[in-house]
């Protein structure tokens, strides 16, 4: 990166490096000025009562000014000006001496160190300019007829002595000058070195960052297009990083990624190059994500050799520090001009193309297509829709009855959300709830469906003398959200809510077994005293062993388990039996759910399961129809 594109603007480390020197500077001038009054009020005084008019006026003169500027330094904090007047000063007085003599004849004597002090309060150029102007005075009033205005004599010796002295004298403290200033230009440049790689580079991996890949991808897709060239842009998230943070520490996640850049430049640089890379071909742009730029490829497919030799990497897991994690790797690819031909929109279509990965699987590549382009183009409407009807109410609830299986009275209400907004049409929950997971406008939504539903809860138990649970599904996002558990307490106390009335519904799938993060936040929201159901249990990954750690008091039993109660599939058969004996195990309630036969809620019946619902029993109601159904 050249220097070219580096800011210019001083940064606040530099800013506080001048501020030092400025403040050195300062004192100097000022001790320096405060001094030289002195002396000066004391020989001007001393000089006049000897007789000597001319040096003791010039003296007494140059000390009113030294007073004058020390006044205004004060004031104003001009350490520029306060240093150029000293130096004039100081400049004066050395000249009076050599005119002058000084007393018996000792005026060469206070001249070096004199001259030696206003150089010092210089900076180095106008430090050789002081020099040179009085190199130049003195040569004059020694040398030439300009003599003639010297009120005492030198020799030749003495006058070749004085100006070779001063010579060396001024040339040595030049040089120490000169030293101070090469020495503060090389801290600042170290300085800026570290600010830049800090700007500009990744501090754990020492790759480019995400505002320097940016810079670079620009400057690579101007030179492809004059050169008609193709870039290659392969975006990778790793698979399964969370559970290494989680199990083993962030630490040990750091090291982990650290050896991953390692093994990335080593496998983008193979000995038969598909390309002229450089280390600016690389980039982490955040967390677990990571970019690589293939520029001047020939044609798409070496992107995916490319992709493939990344995927190789993780082949039987990533070892680090003696440990096999099981993480893998899923990438996108997008290519300049195929795909996009502006840079955000080429990171965006690689991006795209790397969620379509994991939805595929996880540890393998994909290539941005048309399907992945419209489903962009949806997941930007959805996301737009969604933080329209935020901001302007275009949600609402609809209820979903539960009923117990003993006496068929309702026992509980699950809350479903519903969007009304117009770029949303025909857009269910389940296409618009992922997208607002992955955006992070889950968490309004959840806030928002719980205060509604808990604002509902009150309704009906004041009205209504409703005496049943209100069932809430959250997204998985808000396990490791630490905020949360604080956030629900706070809406059960603005409504005066008994937790007991209340019941979070989590679907398993968001559970990883071992997750810190997780169960702290379960933990905390069963201490509020709500209580906590698995929803559709048996699709997920959770051990039967593991629910004994889990803080849960429901499992709901899939809809695609009740759907196949009575299928010729003998596992799938047994599922409904197995979940209630395991529920029986752990002293956990049953719900099933998709209930949508006569034939399905009496086997559940039978055996033994606690609550139902489902389109059999009844549909999710708007408010009016569900007071209607209670009271039917």
């Given at each position: 990166m050249t220097a070219t594109n580096q800011p210019r603007q001083t940064?606040?480390?530099?800013?506080?490096?001048?501020?030092?020197?400025?403040?050195?500077?300062?004192?100097?001038?000022?001790?320096?000025?405060?001094?030289g009054v002195i002396f000066l009020c004391a020989l001007g005084s001393y000089s006049l009562y000897d007789g000597t008019i001319f040096l003791g006026s010039v003296l007494l003169i140059n000390a009113v000014v030294g007073l004058i500027n020390l006044y205004v330094l004060k004031r104003s904090n001009n350490v520029e000006r306060a240093a150029i007047i000293l130096s004039a000063i100081l400049f004066v007085l050395t000249i009076s001496l050599l005119i002058t003599g000084g007393k018996d004849n000792t005026g060469m004597l206070w001249i070096y160190p004199i001259a030696a002090i206003n150089l010092f309060i210089n900076r180095f150029w106008p430090a050789v300019a002081v020099f040179s102007i009085f190199s130049v005075t003195s040569t004059l009033l020694l040398f030439t007829p300009l003599s003639a205005i010297l009120m005492t004599s030198y020799t030749l010796v003495e006058s070749l002595r004085f100006l070779l002295t001063t010579l060396a004298l001024n040339a040595i403290c030049l040089a120490a000058l000169r030293s101070e200033e090469r020495s503060y230009e090389t801290i600042m440049q170290l300085h800026d070195d570290d600010i830049r790689q800090m700007a500009y580079y990744d501090t754990l991996t020492g790759l480019p960052n995400r505002w320097s890949f940016k810079t670079n991808l620009n400057r690579m897709l101007s030179r492809a297009e004059k050169d008609n060239q193709r870039i290659g842009l392969l975006y990778i998230d790793l698979d399964n990083f969370k559970q290494v943070n989680d199990q083993y520490g962030h630490e040990a996640g750091d090291r982990l990624l650290l050896k991953f850049s390692e093994r990335l430049w080593e496998a983008i640089r193979p000995t038969d190059q598909l390309f002229k890379n450089s280390t600016e071909s690389l980039a982490r742009l955040a967390g677990d994500e990571f970019v690589v730029l293939l520029p001047n490829i020939k044609e798409p497919l070496n992107a995916a050799t490319v992709a493939s030799r990344v995927l190789d990497v993780f082949n039987g897991g990533f070892e680090v520090d003696g440990i096999k994690h099981m993480t893998y790797a899923s990438i996108g690819i997008a290519v300049y001009p195929d795909d996009a031909t502006e840079p955000s929109e080429l990171i965006n279509h690689a991006d795209a193309a790397m969620y379509n990965a994991k939805r595929s699987g996880k540890n393998c590549f994909r290539f941005f297509t048309q399907d992945i382009a419209d489903s962009l183009k949806e997941r930007q409407q959805i996301e737009k829709g969604l933080k329209l009807a935020l901001s302007e109410e275009h949600f609402s609830l609809v209820y979903m009855p539960i009923f117990d299986c003993g006496d068929s009275t309702i026992v509980a209400v699950e809350a479903l959300l519903r969007c009304h907004s117009p770029d949303l049409k025909e857009i269910g929950p389940d296409r618009f709830i992922p997208v607002a997971e992955a955006?992070?406008?889950?968490?309004?939504?959840d806030l928002w469906v719980i205060n509604n539903?808990?604002?509902?809860?009150?309704?009906?138990?004041?009205k209504y003398g409703f005496e049943g649970k209100i069932c809430i599904n959250i997204s998985g996002v808000e396990l490791h959200n630490e905020l949360f558990p604080a956030q629900v307490k706070a809406l059960l106390e603005t409504y005066k809510v008994s937790p007991e009335y209340i019941e979070l519904e989590v679907t398993e799938t968001a559970f990883v077994a071992g997750d810190t993060t997780c169960m702290a936040t379960l933990e905390a929201l069963e201490a509020l005293g709500v209580s906590l159901a698995l929803d559709d249990f048996g699709t997920g990954y959770t051990a039967f062993s593991q629910l004994i750690n889990y803080p849960a008091d429901c499992l709901k039993i899939d809809r695609s388990f009740v759907n196949d109660l009575f299928s010729e599939r003998e596992a799938r058969k047994k599922m409904v039996m197995v979940i209630q004996n395991l529920a029986k195990l752990y002293g956990l309630r049953v719900i099933a759910e998709g209930v949508e036969t006569q034939e399905q809620l009496e086997y559940l019946k039978q055996s033994g399961c606690d609550w139902a619902q489902g389109y059999y029993l009844s549909k999710p109601l708007i408010w009016n129809d569900f007071i209607k159904k209670l009271h039917a």
């Open positions: 940064t606040a480390g530099q800013q506080e490096m001048i501020a030092v020197r400025r403040s050195r500077r300062h004192t100097l001038c000022y001790v320096l000025t405060i001094i955006t992070g406008l889950i968490k309004d939504i539903a808990l604002k509902a809860l009150v309704n009906l138990q004041s």
